[in-house]
């Protein structure tokens, strides 16, 4: 262990998540190195948000187009007002959902010191804090913001297990800390909470259910024009993409394809598959959804064929992913 953690230019970047670990990752990231780092979503690629060359080196360790602005990561809720200006509305889905897998998208306060590039030079920023003991150990050891988009190169499928890191971003990182399966499986939800009203710009871990029952008001969707536009990538068309093409809404196995199955009337096949949830359970689903298109796609099969997933709950993430897996790619 502390060979590897003196050579970092060796390839063996996958290092335990321990005390040591994390002291080790915290020095590197004020130094301005990238660290990949497990939360409870997917695992993220971390940067030191406040220094605008550790961000740039973010952007292009991902391969990302420049105007796609990251999340900043942070301790607490009062380190998430020292950076956004909070709303009414985005304190009461903070004492809700924090930490947790709950992103807003709040005006840039003006005493933050988050450099520009993290929101890609938008008014605006992303925060939220995360709910795992590794990502609140490494922000309480580094002491700054975490600028940490999925540690997966960009456009690819998001990283659920530090290997899934290693085989995208080998070479970019100092150090992927290794805390095991990341137990969401699913981006954060993103919402636009600068408003009187909530704007869900991307759906994710927590269920637009949860939120409208905790706020007591319906949760407007951004326009897909809206989602669109360079502001709010991530909602690209094609994203998420493995190498093998994807067939949508499947009842049937063709020759050559992969299955990925979804609940008991799985149809029987014989070639590679992986069952997201055989009793039908979208939790089990999310949590299993990245790993196995990436199980399947290194079977080099030409096509995955996907079973239906039910648009309720975190059907809706599930299927957003999805789509974009299938979209054509541009
Ligand atoms: O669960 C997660 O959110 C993971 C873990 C690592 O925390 N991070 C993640 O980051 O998924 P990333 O960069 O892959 O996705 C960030 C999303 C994108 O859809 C981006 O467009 C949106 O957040 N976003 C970030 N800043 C924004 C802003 N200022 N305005 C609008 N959308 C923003
Ligand atoms: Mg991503």
Redesign the pocket.
Known sequence: MAQQLSAPESNMAIVKATDDAIRTAAQRLRAGDLVAFP?E????LGADATNGRAVAAVFAAKGRPSF????V?VADHAHAAAIARMTPLALRLAKAFWPG?L?L?LERAASAEVCDLV??G?P???V?V?DHPVAQALLAATGRPLA????NRSGRV?PTLAAHVEADLDGAVSMILDAGATPRGL??T?I?ARGDAPVL??P??VTAEAIEEVLMMPLAVASDAAADRP?????LASHYAPNAKVRLHATDVRPGEALLAFGPDAPPSSGPRVDLSPEGDLTEAAANLFGALRRLDQTGCETIAVMPVPMQGLGVAINDRLKRAAAPRG
């Open positions: 939360t979503t997917v695992y993220g796609n602005p990251l999340i990561h897998p992103t998208v929101s890609a938008l605006t920023v992303a939220r995360p940490a988009p999925s540690a998001s981006e954060s993103v636009d710009l991307r994710g871990a502001s709010a990538p991530g909602q």
